[in-house]
């Protein structure tokens, strides 16, 4: 599971992804599905950059603000961390690492779409002995702030 955010027209959003997966080694591409029903869709759509932000298995008070709450009500934002990243994108503080795409195509897959991306930037810390990304079992429980559909 990863938390994508979006910069653009002066707005920023962000939400919880269980779709995403590197596509290519070379040229290397990760490519990202976001929800249609997700304002995170909405400002992505306009975005040249994206950020992707790996969680730790002990973050899920943040996969929860991401995945649980919609930014149609909430500024997601006030309520964590954050930096002005590369080129005015939102980069997350809490994340084990993060990484700056820009956003090559972009791909309807239904009720989803795909952005294609080349990293540029990335960051992180290191990671503790025997720490967990955030899977997608771990994010049980957490109610979507827009149906899935």
């Given at each position: 599971?990863?938390?994508?955010?979006?910069v653009?027209?002066g707005?920023?959003?962000?939400c919880?992804?269980?779709f995403?997966s590197q596509?290519s080694?070379e040229?290397v591409?990760?490519m990202?599905?976001?929800?249609?029903?997700n304002?995170?869709?909405r400002v992505?759509r306009?975005?040249?950059?994206?950020?992707?932000?790996?969680?730790?298995?002990?973050q899920?008070?943040?996969?929860?603000?991401?995945?649980?709450?919609?930014?149609?009500?909430?500024?997601?934002f006030a309520r964590?961390g954050?930096?002005?990243?590369?080129?005015?994108?939102?980069?997350?503080?809490?994340?084990?690492?993060?990484?700056?795409?820009a956003?090559?195509?972009?791909?309807?897959?239904?009720?989803?779409?795909?952005?294609?991306?080349?990293p540029l930037?990335?960051?992180?810390?290191?990671?503790?002995?025997?720490?967990?990304?955030?899977r997608l079992?771990?994010?049980?429980?957490i109610?979507?702030?827009?149906?899935?559909d």
């Amino acid at each position: 599971m990863y938390v994508v955010t979006a910069v653009a027209g002066g707005e920023r959003a962000g939400c919880l992804v269980g779709f995403a997966s590197q596509t290519s080694i070379e040229p290397v591409r990760f490519m990202v599905w976001l929800s249609k029903r997700n304002r995170t869709c909405r400002v992505a759509r306009s975005a040249d950059r994206l950020a992707v932000h790996l969680l730790g298995r002990h973050q899920r008070a943040l996969a929860e603000l991401f995945g649980g709450e919609t930014g149609d009500d909430t500024d997601k934002f006030a309520r964590t961390g954050w930096d002005p990243g590369p080129d005015g994108t939102a980069v997350l503080r809490e994340p084990v690492a993060w990484c700056v795409g820009a956003v090559e195509r972009r791909v309807d897959g239904g009720d989803h779409v795909g952005h294609l991306l080349t990293p540029l930037w990335g960051g992180g810390r290191p990671a503790e002995e025997g720490e967990r990304v955030f899977r997608l079992s771990d994010a049980a429980g957490i109610t979507p702030g827009h149906p899935a559909d």
